[in-house]
């Protein structure tokens, strides 16, 4: 029995059909980079202090000292959320009493900002916090907002995996296209924290679903050699060319409302795609579609100058396929044998942690030193050498041993940076980019690895279910920044042990470098490697398959 890939061979691996798929699907992740990280400057919190009200009836001087000092950062600043009680400061005033030299300030009784806050419009003009005033005693408004967001790509996650598996992977894709842009296009008329937060949910749902439909499209549509650089420079880099793009936004657009607004509308540029990119026919045939699938391989033969074979997809070739493949498939299947079950909760505990180290680092930009857009940019341009380098890793080395240096390197780095002297702070930049690099190469690999690891007929499922615990380490994400305003180096100190925890996770996986593209479960149980029993009369032959991968490819299809 044949293979999809030997199937289609006749196509070649980059003719035009397969260059017009690659960098369509690839382009659909841009606005995915743009509403990722958004929140970064939409719920950006600027240096506030309490309002002094106008009437207040306070002399010049005791207005500038109605905000007791604090020590922040090792530095005096004046307090973000209190101020000493108007009634009184206005007695002194009024008998004429000075701040200081007349009256001890430290001992004076301080009170909430009763009146509101005022806001510093260096940075930003406007954000989400200071037009909600999600400071001081709301302040946990903030991160929650972002868990929010990020509690919906872990509902997108579940649920996208199964629609996509279900209804087809373009259907998928354009669905949550649009349902994203459409929701953030309600953002922009939020008149109410609840209301930005609830849409933003729905936003995060659409923002992960069509980023996990398009990868595995991908990976379906085009052959191996490509397939890799798909994955990694393809979609990656994509993603990173729309992260780029949000400080630069972001820099001339201070304004929320009207920066949102700029993020969402280059959304509406994919409709035209939905009569370009094709339905996977992989997908197809594991429903049974086969003259569907037929007629988008001839189709991408003319596309390509080919003249296709009279028989492109033999019945009869594929018939044991399409009997297994006829057969509905759940989540539960992930969990089916001892071999996809491993895997299983492997990954899920790989992404996790990952996604703690990716997403803090992201969303930390702000707290480090310097500019806050010049920082974000760099934190986006860091991507583009992460995902170069683990395409090479990937052409040339096994998926594990990559995976476990990257992590490697990424975890010490962060651990490192709580030794570095306070007053060299462009070295504390550099190691945290470089930690932002390791960590960024390794969720690049993974991607790869996981749709390896998983057949066709649960693939989107299997790396959607992933996705789905990687989030649930992305929600935690905002509070390990959060944790920064008790000690600076916690959340490094944190984001680097679990790091370095992952690296020695991935070693125990199974090595999928080498081997073929499985389509059924069946042919996934023979891509073993977690443990390996003594060889056996029964068992020996399956034994020489695992020990000899080559023959293995060349046998088994």
């Given amino acids: 029995m044949r293979d999809y890939d030997e199937a289609t061979a006749f196509l070649g691996e980059w003719g035009r059909f397969q260059r017009l798929v690659f960098f369509l699907l690839s382009a659909s992740i841009i606005p995915n980079g743009f509403n990722g990280m958004s929140v970064v400057f939409l719920a950006g919190t600027p240096e506030h202090r309490c309002v002094v009200p106008r009437g207040a009836n306070l002399s010049g001087e005791w207005r500038n000292a109605s905000i007791p000092l604090e020590l922040r950062g090792g530095q005096e600043a004046p307090s973000r959320c209190r101020r000493y009680r108007l009634a009184a400061l206005a007695n002194f005033s009024a008998l004429g009493l000075r701040p200081g030299s007349d009256v001890e300030l430290e001992a004076l009784e301080q009170e909430p900002c009763l009146d509101g806050w005022e806001y510093s419009r260096d940075v930003y003009h406007s954000t989400i916090v200071t037009e909600w005033n999600l400071v001081c005693a709301n302040d946990w408004k903030g991160p929650l907002s972002t868990s929010l967001f990020f509690v919906g790509v872990l509902l997108g996650s579940f649920i996208s995996g199964q629609l996509s598996d279900k209804f087809g992977r373009k259907n998928v894709l354009f669905a949550t ?73 972001a820099f001339f657009i201070r304004d929320w409302r009207m920066l949102l607004l700029a993020l969402t509308l ?46 492109i997809l033999d ?49 930390d930009t702000p707290n480090l030193h310097g500019d806050v857009y010049v920082n974000c940019f760099l934190s986006a341009v860091i991507e583009v050498p992460a995902y170069i380098i683990s395409w090479l890793l990937l052409r040339s080395f096994p998926r594990r041993y990559s995976m476990a240096a990257a992590l490697f390197l990424g975890g010490c780095v962060l651990l490192f940076i709580q030794l570095v002297p306070s007053h060299i702070r462009l070295l504390s930049i550099f190691l945290v980019m470089l930690g932002k690099f390791g960590i960024t190469s390794a969720f690049s690999m993974v991607y790869v690895y996981t749709a390896e690891l ?52 991935t070693l125990f996986l199974p090595e999928s470098y080498g081997m073929p593209l499985p389509d059924t ?21 399956s034994k020489e398959e695992e020990e000899n991968p080559e023959i293995f490819k060349s046998t088994t299809f």
């Fill in 177 to 249: 296209l649009a349902m994203q842009t459409g929701f953030s296009f309600m953002q922009v008329f939020s008149t109410s924290w609840e209301m930005f937060s609830v849409l933003f949910v729905l936003v995060g749902m659409g923002q992960i679903s069509n980023y996990v439909a398009a990868f595995v499209l991908g990976t379906e549509i085009l052959g191996k050699s490509i397939r890799v650089l798909f994955c990694t420079l393809g979609v990656c880099i994509f993603y990173a060319f729309g992260y780029m793009l949000l400080p630069l936004f």
């Fill in 266 to 311: 280059p959304g509406l540029l994919f409709i035209p795609l939905w009569w370009i990119i094709p339905e996977s026919p992989r997908w197809l045939i594991s429903q049974g579609r086969f003259q569907e699938a037929e007629d988008i391989i001839r189709k991408a033969a003319k596309t390509n100058g080919i003249t296709a074979p009279d028989v």
């Fill in 315 to 363: 019945p009869s070739e594929l018939q044991d396929v399409n009997s297994q493949k006829q057969q509905t498939y759940t989540i539960l299947d992930l969990m089916k044998t001892r071999n996809i079950l491993t895997i299983t909760i492997m990954s899920v505990l790989l992404w996790m942690i990952i996604s703690v180290g990716y997403f803090g680092l992201s969303l």
């Fill in 454 to 505: 998983y057949p066709t007929v649960v693939r989107n499922m299997g790396v959607g279910a992933s996705s789905m615990a990687s989030r649930l380490g992305s929600i935690l994400s905002p509070y390990f920044v959060y944790l920064g305003a008790y000690d600076r180096f916690l959340p490094y100190i944190l984001m680097g042990s679990l790091t370095v925890l992952s690296g020695i996770l």
């Fill in 521 to 541: 479960i069946d042919q996934m149980l023979r891509v073993k490697g977690l443990e390996y029993r003594p060889p056996s009369s029964s068992t020996r032959d």
